[in-house]
């Protein structure tokens, strides 16, 4: 049998070379690999070109153990210890029951905004600290998941600092199929709450939630995640979404303008946010369609329905569904309580059979678009709680339902090719949610793995 030293040689040499770039995780990782590859050569016969193997692989590891072992060691003088907070507890009962000299912590407090915080802190909360005798050294404390305040006597004095963690983003992209409800599909998907109704919100101008939505629709969401020190932290904001409604593709981009406002924008810049939104209610079921010859269910003659009955229950609340003003708030007729509001020189909206109006609205104020404006109800001629909407172009009737929308402002030229640029690889994310699915590992966190694969 020939010996070849130097294939036997070649991996723990490059393997090592890595671990002196790498954290001590990725080392972690190294020995498992390691343990698995002498695991194999135990199977097969033992020679001796393996045992060197093996003897090298067995110094290795153990090189590797104290290696990890190192940055752990802690002085043996003054050590961190934590202290958590009990219930009534102080910053001065903490001096107190550790022993340290209770004039330091008023001098601590006076070290600005941050070290004032020390003031509130609360049971549960967990102060670090290191001591020498009666004297406080050093002492961290967690403003919040990103903020430590970090005090630290620097000769007959204390300084403090406040150490921001560093974030690392991933994106992460999460796809559902609508089979009964985009909620329920949301949550079979793992898509966060919060997202669920961004995702009906971004695009409530495009697509009605109550009338349009099919089984098999699809939504592909691609979102950030956050992690601080290799743990993920919580959510991030939604950065991209396509919604597959009937066939047809709605996409939306988030894109910070040059005054760093965030909003989202179609792929060709269009914004999303139209000058209208197709129903006044958030959660909403139709009960009768805009329709020009109708039976009425009270009359119980043949009379136009010229506007669109959403069933709900009572109370519900009832949002402008574009910027505008007041111009009829009252009683009228079969309308019931109902508000009327003139967008523009063109537009009008009217609103029926509440049960009640929003306080403080009055003829002619201003409204915003989604601003409650009143509650559902069954005034007037009505059989059940309903609201009846409907949308007047230059005074004629028209269908809200499936009237085209004027867009509001789209991104500003200058912003284009910045914008264009930025969107390439988020559409390109949404795109590979449409390939069978991949188990996906959050981007930061893979090139650590890769590294320390052989
Ligand atoms: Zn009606």
Not at 364 to 386: D, E, F, M, N, R
Request: glycine content about 8%.
């Amino acid at each position: 049998m020939k010996l070849d030293y130097s294939s036997v040689d070649r991996s723990p040499r490059s393997a090592r070379r890595i671990v002196l770039a790498a954290s001590v995780c990725v080392v972690g990782l190294a020995i498992l690999v390691s343990r698995e590859s002498i695991a194999k050569r135990d199977l097969s016969t033992p020679s001796f070109s393996e045992d060197v193997a093996i003897a090298e692989a067995v110094a290795y590891e153990q090189a590797i153990q104290s290696a990890v072992s190192d940055p752990l060691v802690v002085p043996e003088a003054s050590e961190w210890s934590s202290v958590r907070i009990e219930p009534g507890e102080t910053l001065s009962t903490v001096f107190e029951t550790e022993g340290l000299d209770t004039a330091q912590w008023m001098s601590i407090l006076e070290l600005g905004p941050d070290a004032r915080q020390l003031k509130r802190i609360k049971a549960g909360d967990t102060l670090e600290i290191r001591k020498s005798g009666d004297d406080l050294l050093e002492l961290r404390y967690e403003l919040d998941d990103l903020r430590t305040l970090h005090v630290e006597r620097v000769g007959d004095h204390f300084e403090a600092n406040t150490l921001t963690a560093d974030l690392a983003r991933s994106t992460r992209t999460i796809t559902g199929t609508i089979d009964s409800s985009l909620f329920i599909a949301g949550q079979k998907a793992g898509l966060p709450v919060r997202m669920v109704m961004e995702l009906a919100e971004l695009f409530r101008y495009d697509i009605d939630f109550a009338l349009d939505l099919r089984d098999g629709d699809r939504f592909t969401v691609v979102m950030e995640e956050l992690y601080k020190d290799g743990v993920k932290l919580r959510d991030g904001d939604m950065l991209a979404a396509e919604f597959v409604n009937q066939g047809k593709v709605h996409r939306a981009v988030r894109f910070k303008d040059g005054e760093g406002r965030s909003a989202f924008y179609t792929p060709d810049g269009q914004s999303l946010r139209k000058a209208f939104f197709r129903t006044p209610l958030d959660v909403v079921r139709v009960s009768s369609p805009f329709n020009l010859r109708r039976r009425h269910p009270i009359l119980n003659t043949i009379r136009a329905h010229k506007g669109v009955d959403y069933a709900a229950s009572s109370g519900t609340p009832i949002k402008a569904t574009g910027d505008g003003k007041v111009a009829f708030i009252g009683n009228k007729g079969g309308y019931g309580r109902v508000v009327i509001l003139q967008h523009g020189q063109q537009y009008e909206t009217l609103y029926a059979h509440m049960s009640r109006f929003r306080a403080g609205m009055k003829a002619g104020a201003k409204v915003k678009q989604g601003q409650v404006i009143g509650y559902v109800g069954a005034s007037g001629l009505a059989t059940a709680p309903h609201l009846h909407y409907e949308f007047r172009v230059n005074g004629v009737h028209k269908n809200p339902v499936n009237i085209v929308m004027p867009r509001a402002n789209p991104i500003a030229r200058a912003q284009l090719p910045k914008f264009q640029s930025q969107i390439v690889p988020l559409i390109a994310q949404i795109e590979s949610a449409r390939a069978p699915r991949v188990a996906q590992a959050p981007a930061a966190i893979l090139p650590a793995i890769s590294a320390a694969t052989p």
